[in-house]
């Protein structure tokens, strides 16, 4: 071994050169900033590159292929319509009949040789249960509706496997649903039209199910699983949906345990995009939302794959979610993928006997875009094992190389090694500390989401202190602690040796919890360890070992810079939208130091190498303060018409409330606002005073009435009761006011049992509250084969929910209620239990009342209000 080369680097710098020609210019450090931002451009601008859009025109030249166009002609009729809520007629009739249309004529045109198209409208009765940790509820549905149709072979007998594709028409109140989930439907419609043309037959059959109520519940998917002939074939499925306008689809579960899913996407799917990370992340309920993939893996028992179009989702469930937000480039793209994939998974051989192909979850993740790498978790045990002891390995060489090369032996090398772990942590822990103390006083005094449209502004506010902590750490080390025995660059290389071990023990620790996420470290682990060796290689020229680091960050930081960009463009939308009692500064800062330690934490210490380093810790120190500056004038507010628009809940409320003998005790009648972020009880009390009004907390009332006596959607609401407003108004006369009848009650008095028989009368959505007093316990109902444990108690009794929509069956609903006991307390003797039903008018706008309707259009033009009628009723029996 060359020991010359050795002492150039790591013998002491008053022995071989001055420490002026050993540091780099600070110039240097500029550059390598730039570079990392033009990495950081390129990745972005190959994540928004989508494929070119095809025509109609181009159906000749490009046979076989998915065509953008027509399925954008189908979006334009789809969300023509205005909003398709479940149980409207614009969803119920125009919808349904517009898609066993297009069905019909993609039927017409299939090749008559090889394929036979079958449809037809599921009208489904059933109910469901949905275990929430503190709200639980028991769905149930009525005459609800699904399109079904199916691919089989022209001739001989009918398939015993299906693959099955599955997406939502329904829309939530006032959207047009163009996006969510008018998308994937027009896809999936010109997917079927595409494998019916083809000249062969599958090995199995194709099913679609277009769902006619997944935004209440996840009802239509539930009403396929448990109530249709043809889903007892299925084995797997490709359900999707969206959470955004535009972008690429990122498929983010698959399986679960069946991860030869994984070898099919790998090896079909033309743009890949999914990663481990997304599943790890809406699995952990992350993401304020649910996808029919929960109802088919759980309740179906089947494995399948979940595609999503989330980027950017500003305008989901808004009025802006209209056909021209959606791109063709974005249509061709999920086209593309699906139309390849399920012409793979229908002649899959495993699709005979699926249950044989069980096995683990999977690490999977694409790069860049480009190709997918996948492997179980079983084997990535095996990898990230392995990897740490190779990187160990690896570190150890080194060290013992700096050994031979100067007068410090391996034990007093290894010493300096854990100091320099000590400062990297400590800079860590001071960066991570920083960077979540802003959150927290951001959200103290209320100026919480100025990144919400400015999203640069998390670089300066987060990513900064974090980089100035990581930066100076090193640096006063350097400055500081003396040592004649090791050169400056030497030095720095422990510092990223101790960052290599410091990921290496974070990656043991996700690998032993089970975390997959964990490939991230194993990614920055894997590349540093190969510069090492290459550097161990050439002996660590001087400067050119520098540079050999370098390249080898190259593919990570790219690669971290593409998590990134998803992560920011999934997750800042979704602070619009979350609960309005947390902090939406933590999370963020959270993501953006993650990205910071693993996009920078092999380039900071290289700060220490550079004269007059301070200057750039400086530099960065003045882009923090610039976003401090822009984040409290006007341009750091949240919110823009048309593009970000702030989100608003209002329910124009008539409650009534009834004494046990029937008479009624209290009528009134007000705006109750659910609240979407921080700043909802601002604009609202604003509103409200300039209309001679006040805007309130609930208080009392929630103790005063059962769920605080205001018609909640969903039991769910309840729990931003602290942070709801309510607005005293006048009661008001609707329609299809809620009717609820007591028919007959029969009470067996040996068993101490009284049963209570009902009708109810109301809209199509619904809900039922109820709560048995004190002594008497619910022990049988009709809405479902056993009674669910209770949601959140009120005043120490039980509280079962009952959600409830029908869909084109309106017919007054008859149900049962069977308790148990008598009252415990003398003031509610002769009480049974409370029950609470409420009416949701969630697309009548012709029921608004004139008062509401002028409170309403005093919003300025960037918020986006979701108003409408509900009406409550409250008896004691």
């Known amino acids: 071994m060359d020991m010359e080369s050795e002492a150039d680097l790591f013998e002491s710098a008053n022995q071989k050169r001055s420490k002026r020609d050993a540091q780099i210019s600070p110039w240097w450090l500029l550059g390598l900033s730039g570079a990392v ?14 494929p070119i859009a095809l025509r109609r025109a181009d159906e000749l030249t490009h046979p076989d292929r998915f065509i953008a166009e027509v399925a954008k002609q189908h979006l334009f009729e789809m969300s023509n319509v205005g909003p398709r809520v479940a149980g409207s007629y614009a969803n119920e009739i125009v919808t349904v009949q517009f898609l066993l249309r297009v069905i019909d004529e993609i039927a017409a045109e299939a090749n008559p040789a090889a394929h036979r198209v079958e449809v037809e409208v599921q009208r489904a009765y059933g109910d469901m249960y949905l275990d929430y940790e503190k709200y639980p509820q028991t769905s149930v549905y009525q005459g609800i509706q699904n399109v079904v149709a199916r691919i089989v072979p022209a001739q001989g007998s009918e398939p015993d496997n299906y693959l099955m594709l599955s997406s939502h028409f329904d829309s939530v109140p ?32 194709l099913v679609f199910v277009f769902n006619g109520c997944e935004e209440n519940t996840l009802q239509g998917s539930h009403a396929f699983v448990a109530h249709h002939r043809w889903f007892a074939k299925v084995r797997t499925f490709i359900n999707m949906d969206v ?58 028992n089947i494995p399948g794959m979940d595609f999503a179009h989330s980027t950017w989702g500003y305008l989901y469930h808004t009025a802006y979610d209209a056909y021209d937000t959606i791109p063709n480039t974005t249509l061709q793209h999920t086209g593309d993928n699906v139309l390849a994939l ?129 930066c100076t750490g090193p640096l006063l080390y350097m400055h500081f602690v003396k040592n004649d025995h090791l050169s400056l660059h030497a030095r720095v290389l422990l ?31 894997l590349f540093y360890t190969v510069t090492t060796l290459v550097n161990v290689s050439i002996k660590y020229a001087p400067f050119a070992w520098l540079y050999v680091h370098l390249a080898g ?49 092999f380039l900071t210490p290289l700060v220490a190498l550079a004269r007059k380093a301070y200057l750039y810790v400086a530099l960065v120190a003045v882009f923090f303060v610039v976003s401090i500056i822009v984040m409290v ?114 009470r067996d008095p040996e068993l101490n049992l009284t049963t209570f028989f009902f009708t109810a009368k109301g809209t199509d959505h619904m809900s039922f509250y109820v709560s048995p007093v004190e002594g008497v316990k619910l022990v049988g109902w009709s809405f479902s084969k056993t009674i669910p444990r209770s949601g959140l108690a009120w005043n120490g009794q039980e509280v079962h929910f009952v959600n409830f929509v029908h869909g084109i069956d309106d017919r007054p609903h008859e149900f049962y209620l069977t308790v148990h006991g008598t009252a415990s307390k003398a003031a509610e003797a002769g009480w049974s239990f409370y029950l609470n039903i409420v009416a949701q008018y969630m697309h009548h706008e012709q029921y608004r009342a004139s008062e509401f309707q002028q409170f309403v259009d005093q919003f300025p033009d960037y918020a986006h209000v979701v108003a409408y009628p509900a009406h409550l009723v409250s008896r004691i029996y």
């Open 37 to 50: 931002a033009g990495v950081y451009f390129l990745v972005y601008w190959n994540w928004a590159a989508m």
């Open 174 to 205: 006032q959207s047009p649903g163009a996006g969510d989930d008018g998308t994937m439907s027009v896809i999936m419609l010109e997917v079927m039209r595409q494998l019916t043309q083809s000249k062969r037959s599958y090995e199995h059959g």
């Open 243 to 300: 959470a955004a306008n535009g972008g690429r689809d990122i498929m983010f579960q698959a399986g679960p345990k069946y991860s030869f899913l994984m070898e099919y996407y790998r090896d079909h799917v033309p743009h890949p995009y999914c990663t481990a990370v997304a599943e790890e992340l809406f699995q952990a309920d992350l993401v304020p939302s649910e996808t029919d993939y929960l109802i088919y893996s759980t309740v179906g």
């Open 342 to 470: 399920a012409k793979a998974l229908a002649n899959a051989p495993e699709l005979y006997d699926i249950r044989e192909h069980e096995g683990s979850k999977a690490v999977f993740f694409d790069f860049l875009n480009w190709f997918l790498v996948y492997y179980p978790l079983w084997a990535s045990i095996i990898l990230n094992v392995g990897l740490v002891v190779v990187a160990l390995c690896a570190i150890g060489l080194s060290v013992w190389m700096m050994a031979r090369s100067t007068s410090l032996t391996v034990g007093q090398l290894l010493l300096q090694g854990l100091t320099s772990m000590g400062v990297v942590l400590l800079s860590l822990i001071v960066g991570i500390g920083l960077s979540l103390a802003l959150a927290l006083i951001l959200n103290a005094v209320d100026s919480t989401m100025s990144w919400f449209t400015q999203t640069w502004l998390i670089f300066g506010l987060y990513v900064c202190p974090f980089l100035i902590a990581t």
């Open 495 to 525: 510092l990223l040796h101790a960052t290599c071990v410091l990921y290496a023990l974070i990656l043991v620790v996700l690998t032993a919890m089970s975390i997959r996420s964990g490939y991230l470290f194993t990614m920055a682990i």
């Open 553 to 601: 960050q190259i593919a990570p930081i790219a690669y971290f810079s593409s998590v990134s960009l998803t992560a920011f463009a999934t997750f800042i939308p979704m602070q619009g939208r979350g609960n309005a009692g947390a902090n939406p500064e933590l999370l963020i800062a959270l993501f953006a130091v993650l990205v910071g330690l693993l996009v920078a934490g």
């Open 633 to 746: 004038t006007s341009a750091g507010f949240p919110f823009r018409a048309h593009t970000s628009p702030q989100r608003f809940y209002i329910y124009h409320c008539t409650r009534e409330f009834y004494h046990q003998n029937g008479t009624l005790r209290r009528l009134e009648g007000g705006y109750y606002v659910h609240p979407q972020d921080r700043y909802t009880g601002d604009l609202i009390r604003e509103l409200a005073v300039k209309s001679d009004l006040s805007a309130v907390p609930l208080g009392d009332e929630c103790n005063k009435e059962l769920y605080c006596g205001i018609p909640f959607y969903q039991n769910t609401q309840h729990g931003q009761r602290e942070n709801g407003l309510w607005i005293q108004g006048n009661p008001f006369t609707l329609p299809e006011a809620i009717d609820l009848q007591l028919v007959d009650s029969q």
